[in-house]
């Protein structure tokens, strides 16, 4: 992760701050989006910057050889926790803990817009063998529909995860590397009015405000959900999308 810039590395690592509940409430990912990521191969597969393990629960359903590299002790806990059959390391993307060609894919979860990317994208592409594929995957809601929007504005949720989804957004480019590909997948998450903004509090902005501005906001959100009839009481649906970019190391 970048440490140039101050408020950015304290907002990156924030979330060890509610690792049990960021573990428990951020939602998964959906096998097709691994499945394509993972281009075929059988190898073995490295999720950088895994946190507490939600993308590393799902490569283990679809390989069985996977390694996580994580730098918040407190994530990478859980994770171990979660996943105690899973190798987890103290590392960060720019500095990879692993040896020269020694994975098959790596994988990214919610987190490539941390890094300080151009050192990232030549630490991964050392790791990478040839023929090997990065993936980064975000999860974010489907704006698309008018209540998430509204929903999404009233939280104030950081644009910097949905930067790579928008098409217009060029995608990166590196010399170790072939040409990005982009993906989207219909990721719905069930949630209750207050699992989303228990959810919504696991976010980098409402860990760091102020205790009085995280109780203001988290009012507003449950009256802007009580407000609603389909997400007033008991279970919906959230709609999200998950954006996946793919790029293969010659």
């Not at 730098?71 to 899973?86: C, I, K, Q, T, W």
């Not at 990065?134 to 704006?143: E, I, P, S």
């Not at 072939?178 to 009015?193: H, S």
């Not at 509090?201 to 009256?223: D, I, K, N």
Request: hydrophobic residues 45%.
């Amino acid at each position: 992760m970048s440490h140039g810039d101050s408020d950015t590395a304290e907002r990156a690592f924030s979330f060890g701050l509610a690792a049990r509940a960021y573990a428990d409430l951020r939602p998964s990912y959906p096998v097709e989006a691994v499945r394509w990521g993972l281009n075929g191969t059988s190898g073995r597969v490295l999720d950088l910057a895994a946190g507490t393990g939600k993308l590393t629960e799902c490569l283990t359903v679809v390989t069985s050889d996977v390694v996580a590299v994580e730098p918040d002790a407190d994530m990478r806990a859980e994770l171990e926790r979660r996943l105690p059959r899973v190798t987890a390391l103290d590392g960060v993307a720019e500095a990879i803990p692993l040896p020269d060609e020694s994975v098959d894919a790596v994988f990214v979860g919610q987190a490539l817009h941390w890094f300080d990317l151009g050192p990232a994208l030549t630490e991964i592409a050392r790791v990478l063998r040839p023929s090997g594929a990065l993936v980064a995957l975000w999860n974010h809601d489907d704006t698309g529909v008018p209540w998430v929007a509204e929903f999404a504005a009233l939280a104030r949720t950081t644009t910097a995860s949905r930067h790579w989804a928008d098409p217009l957004v060029p995608l990166p480019a590196h010399p170790r590397f072939a040409a990005f590909e982009r993906r989207k997948y219909p990721n719905p998450q069930p949630f209750t009015a207050e699992s989303l903004v228990r959810m919504v509090c696991t976010q980098s902005h409402m860990l760091l405000a102020t205790p009085g501005e995280r109780q203001r906001r988290v009012a507003e959100l449950h009256g802007f959900l009580a407000d609603r009839p389909a997400t007033s009481s008991g279970g919906f649906e959230l709609p999200m999308v998950t954006t996946a970019i793919r790029a293969v190391r010659p």
